[in-house]
């Protein structure tokens, strides 16, 4: 099909392949996420569970209260520290306060051994809970996973616009549309991604966004010194979509010129793993200023992009 053309110049995946032709302890508590009871045509309540069910459902839920930090209402986890009536506060909230938000007394530097024995053996759920998550894990798991958890806040994709916004999945493309105005966005399947004046010094980002298939892709060319001394380009595809979506397609890269072509296919990365670790582990499209000048015409290098199905 006929190749569309872009120019523009901004600032700031995935196994792929490149082919250049030249036990927990014993007792552990699930805290619940919501608890339930249905009423009656008498007026009382029905447990939806049998009744041990249910005490052991009001038991965790009490145990949980217990590790609320009283200031910014998340778990409070180990090490533990107390004030001197013994209140806690979560290790985020210390380093702000002067005193015990509970009992305005001295804070103090005093381990609670016994609530971090009671935590080791508590599933605290995620803190995405509220956002669709239904997880749960042992205090040493928990950050890890929040970590990559795929209910937490997207972060605006765009790579050195220093923008801070975050937001849903579905707040992705009009944040883009309304605050980063400048990117160009191609129709279809098979375009060419022109990025202009790649002699530019230091760090240089283009960016271009394709969209095909009922979905948008953000394409994303960076110059950096990833060694110093030693400057290289990366070129990745991302999918604003979350990752299980994102393993529906599959990309190529492609780099013509003077009897020579340098391909790269791989699926595209969420844009919630973002381009940082795919450029630290060299899981794109690499090839340095040396390579950049065989295939460029008068300082522009055209890079032929086709998004399939996988």
Known sequence: MDRKWSRYSNRP?????LKLTMKPMNAQIQLPHVSCKRRSNHGGTVASSNSNA??????????ASL??????????LPPILQCHSGHLVCQSCRPMLSCCPTCRGPLGNIRNLAMEKVASTVLFPCKFASSGCQLSFLHTEKIEHEEVCEFRPYLCPCPGALCKWE???EQVMPHLLMSHKSITTLQGEDIV?????INLPGAVDWVMMQSCFNNHFMLVLEKQEKIEGFQQFFAI?????SRKEAENFAYRLELNGHKRRLTWEATPRSIHEGVSSAI???DCLVFDTSMAKLFADNGNLGINVTVSMA
């Open 167 to 169: 937001g849903s999945l």
């Open 67 to 76: 590790f609320e930090c009283p200031v910014c209402f998340e778990y409070v």
């Open 237 to 241: 595809v991302q999918l604003i979509g």
């Open 13 to 17: 995946a995935t196994r792929a392949s």
């Open 54 to 63: 249910a005490s052991t459902s009001t038991s965790a839920a009490d145990l």
């Open 193 to 197: 991604f022109l990025a202009t004046d």
């Open 280 to 282: 630290l582990n060299s």
